[in-house]
């Protein structure tokens, strides 16, 4: 025990006088109402839902993340990172859910190593992965290789392979092609072009409509998600900055009358800076989007909101406000509201969600 405990202190000692490793974290404490934007206004249950209250889901969830970053040769970097997640007070707006203190656990965030030569970089492990201007993958860990190669001019172009269930919201894997590239206009103004196929499958998918299962053949139909998306993100002027993006799911084997495409965009005015105190920004966001154009069941994309009632659910289409805000140095307070409706209400049944909201006070370290 002496020898490693002395082993161990002498390569932290090392590597803090080099300074090759940097710790960081953050942390988050956040309330949500309607999180999952699927409790309809007015909706008379059918068999398939005879245990839906008639009110909207709720929970308080805390979360900390811890990382790492290091740099042990010229070329290579290495980062980590580790979460801990607790929800309390979740009530999903069924009757068969009575949990009151769902005690998190912690898992490994992100893992990955990466290779640098000149403006290529190869990435492997458990990484983060952006796609776009985010509307079908953003800031959500994936596992797998990713190889980037840096255009110059703000222009990028990057492919690669991995498993979309790292951080466990599927009790299967999920693997996908991926790819994305950035066209840099100038220092403001740059379009996007995104790519995610998936090729793992789904045995069955529950059709919200025909209140029955589709069995899929997992030889013949992927997990339902070949999605493109085109965006744009331009910084209007020193406080105006426009971001929109669209996508389409060309997937083979939707069911008959799937609605595959969708769209979102947000204004955003103001100049929040994360070091800086009392710097703040408000945004509206507009989105419609079919049932099958997003994956709403894992939530992987940029929204505030799932996206529709599940994969294959009702969709949505509306707006939001919200207004973020830094009380202090890398403390950040934010707020969000939504108005949401199914992207087809006389298909749907109903013709609202009840609102959306939530409240984060985030902090980095």
Known sequence: FFYYSTLFDSRFKTLQQNRKIKWFGDARIRYQTNYKADT?????????????????????????????????????????????????????????????????????????????????????????LNIGQGLIWWDNPVDGIMVTQDLGNNSLISAGWGNLTAENWKDYSMNAFIANAQIGVDDNTKFTLGYLKTNSNENTLWNNHKNQWNWIESSENPYMLEQIAYGINTQLSDKWNLTAEAVTNRASGLPDGAQKNGWWTRLTYGNLKWDTKDTWKVYADYMSLGNYSVDSTGWAHILNTPGGDGLGGNGEKGYGLGISYMLADNTNLEFNWYKLRPYDSNYSGFSDYYDMYNLALNYSF
């Open 40 to 128: 309809p206004k007015g909706y008379t249950a059918n068999v398939a839902d005879k245990d839906r209250k008639d009110k909207r889901s709720n929970r308080i969830q805390e979360r900390l993340r811890l990382g790492f970053y290091a740099e042990p040769d010229e070329n290579l970097s290495v980062l980590g990172r580790v979460k801990l997640e607790n929800t309390t007070n979740d009530d999903n707006g069924y009757t068969n859910n009575g949990d009151s203190g769902a005690h998190g656990s912690a898992n490994l965030d992100l893992l990955a190593l990466t290779w640098k030569q000149m403006d290529t970089s190869v990435t492997l492990g458990r990484q983060n």
